[in-house]
């Protein structure tokens, strides 16, 4: 069964320093990965995807993550946090079902605060 | 760009109402498929649509049932609300063949 783990609940901060969120997944085969951000109050956006491309993905807002298949791992990386990163994070494993379609298995998130 | 609308964005219900959440999305998605939030759990799949009137059952359906009579339009029921099903639910739709889920803004309900 696929699972994804999300070593961190909580992440601080100070604007202007880089971002590490980080992300674990347990997959019977190559998997689909995701990371999703949640402001407050608003649905949740797509960041960025990995789907068997290119190990390292590039998203908006100038973040990215790269796939180490060694690791089992999917960390969410930005060089430079801005305030407006303040937000909860979801690392997504996508997992086949029987019927032929995909659902997500979620991470329980990791909020992130920015310190101005 | 893919739209997915929930019905309510807040909704306050009483124990034992019947409750219809309703999702609707515009881009002939044939997956469709209904979350509930709640802190420190992140998402969990309550049921899920892979066409008309074809459902299955996610990881947490107990206390839930779902409509889909038509293709753009899915409906999560509570058949008599409960406290613990106080929450956030999110819908999500998916175009087979895709990998990518577009998600609605959710609805808050609280029941008291």
């Known amino acids: 069964a696929q699972s994804v783990t999300q070593l961190d609940s909580h992440v601080s901060v100070s604007e202007g320093t880089p971002v590490l969120l980080r992300c674990n997944y347990s997959?019977?085969?190559?998997?689909?990965l995701f990371w999703y951000v949640q402001h407050p109050n608003k649905g949740l956006q797509l960041l960025l995807k990995?789907?068997?491309?290119?190990?390292l993905v590039k998203g908006i807002n100038g973040f990215e993550a790269e796939f180490k298949k060694s690791e089992t791992s999917f960390h969410l990386t930005k060089p430079s946090a801005h305030m407006s990163d303040a937000a909860e994070y979801f690392c997504?494993?996508?997992?086949?079902?029987?019927?032929?379609?995909?659902?997500?298995?979620f991470g329980t998130g990791t909020r992130l605060k920015v310190l101005a | 760009d893919v739209k997915v609308t929930q019905s309510s964005r807040y909704l306050v219900k009483r124990t034992g109402e019947k409750v219809f959440l309703e999702c609707v999305q515009d881009m002939d998605h044939e997956n469709m498929f209904w979350y509930r939030q709640d802190p420190g759990l992140g998402l969990r799949l309550i049921y899920f649509?892979?066409?008309?009137?074809?459902?299955e059952k996610g990881d947490i359906p107990e206390g839930y049932s779902v409509s889909r009579e038509k293709k753009e339009r899915f409906s999560l029921i509570l058949e008599s609300a409960s406290t613990n099903q106080t929450s956030m639910y999110l819908c999500?739709?998916?175009?087979?063949?895709?990998?990518?889920?577009?998600f609605g803004p959710g609805t808050r309900l609280t029941v008291l």
């Open positions: 999500a739709s998916l175009t087979s063949g895709a990998s990518t889920q577009y």
């Open positions: 997504v494993v996508s997992d086949p079902t029987t019927s032929g379609t995909y659902k997500y298995i």
């Open positions: 649509s892979y066409d008309v009137k074809m459902k």
């Open positions: 990995y789907t068997s491309a290119a190990t």
């Open positions: 997959s019977s085969y190559s998997p689909s």
